[in-house]
């Protein structure tokens, strides 16, 4: 007859496996967040002029969801979670991406 069982380890000191957090979620909603902030600026900057801009180059500014997301996830994940770090870094670098992109379309 075969047990089902997995043997007990006799030395009990071995201290429990810890479980990693998830850097995904919070990272992502970061990264999310701040991309809606930053496509928020130019429309307070130039005023209801915007969306006929946005009307032809939205594809360029969609492209940066995914990948403000990314940089929130790995932002997140390079800082160890710690949170006000990431906040900050997360939302420079997602503010300046955008702005980098809405300065080469308007000057292009």
Known sequence: MLLNAANIPSDKTRQPERE???YAFTGGVLGFCFYWLAFVIPF???GLNTPFFLLYTWPFFLALMPVSVLIGIAIHRLV???LWLSVMLTGSLVVLLFWQVFLMLTGW
């Open 20 to 22: 990693e957090s998830s």
């Open 44 to 46: 307070f900057v130039y």
């Open 80 to 82: 160890s979670g710690r």
